[in-house]
């Protein structure tokens, strides 16, 4: 009856489903909020300079995590792209259009949008796995440097392996366009040097940077919050559970904010900005 009485006193049931999305929504966008104001204070701990002369200095700690960025990442992205590659390049073959214009398609299509792309989705898997975890087991001393170095490391590595993904998949395309449809080499990196822009390798610097540089701050947000309902980690509790929950949240709020950030690059770089418009096929003529 008190339960009767408690429906009835409160919203109707099938309203249920929409409380969950509004408080999810708003759960994320804190997050995003939290993970902003991290990145701040990351900012501010790195101007005030170091508080203790035996921590390590902000090259050492940056140096240390990018060592272990690249090394993981290297791999786990150049398989991303050997599949992408191959991909792009069997669209032409299938289509059976456009094939002259194959090392266009692949080179440029991932040196635009897809290296860093990709690139940003495998990191935000990859950082939550290692981030979380070590913040939680062991809250750093000085939090602010600490997530600096985190997120310096990741703007780093951003750029570079999507650039180290961008070759794989283009030299992947390449052995697929000759192996399917005779392509010669120098047709394949004539066309993608002609359709080849210097605005195209700046807007790989830029998202590669904002794309993991913003994955790495979602980690660390994760890794130095405990969200209510988790135990907090003591000698008695084991923090497992918690920290694959953690990773979970920060990875897949990481490739939501990524793909985001994509869209909004699209739409308000590619179609506002005349100088980043098309470049592969003229606009037909009257």
Not at 27 to 36: E, F, S
Not at 121 to 138: C, D, H, Q, W, Y
Not at 186 to 193: E, I, R, T, V
């Amino acid at each position: 009856m008190a339960m009767i009485a408690e429906r009835r006193g409160g919203p109707p049931g099938w309203l249920d489903p929409i409380g969950r999305v509004g408080r999810l929504t708003t759960a994320g966008l804190g997050y995003l909020g939290a993970a902003a104001l991290l990145t701040l204070h990351a900012a501010a701990a790195v101007a005030r300079g170091r508080d203790d002369e035996d921590q390590p200095s902000l090259y050492a700690a940056t140096t240390h995590e990018l060592s272990w960025m690249l090394w993981a990442g290297l791999p786990l992205v150049g398989l991303v792209h050997v599949a992408m590659g191959s991909f792009l390049s069997m669209q032409a073959y299938f289509g059976s259009t456009f094939v002259d214009g194959t090392g266009a398609v692949v080179g440029v299509g991932l040196l635009r949008n897809l290296a860093t792309m990709l690139t940003g989705l495998t990191m935000a898997g990859l950082l939550p796995g290692r981030i979380v975890p070590e913040f939680r087991r062991k809250r750093p001393a000085s939090p602010g440097r600490a997530v600096a170095a985190r997120i310096a490391a990741a703007t780093i590595a951003g750029p570079l392996l999507a650039l180290w993904g961008c070759a794989v998949g283009t030299l992947v395309g390449w052995k697929s366009s000759q192996a399917l449809m005779g392509l010669s080499t120098d047709m394949y990196f004539l066309m993608l040097l002609r359709m080849l822009w210097f605005r195209d390798v700046v807007g790989l610097v830029v998202k590669g940077a904002l794309f993991c540089g913003a994955a790495a701050a979602m980690a660390c947000a994760e890794g130095l919050h405990h969200h209510r309902g988790e135990p907090a980690e003591s000698a008695d509790v084991d923090p497992v559970p918690a920290a694959v929950v953690g990773v979970l949240r920060a990875t897949c709020l990481a490739m939501a904010a990524i793909l985001v950030m994509n869209m909004a690059w699209f739409i308000f770089v590619y179609h506002a900005v005349p100088v980043y418009g098309p470049s592969l096929l003229q606009p037909p003529t009257p």
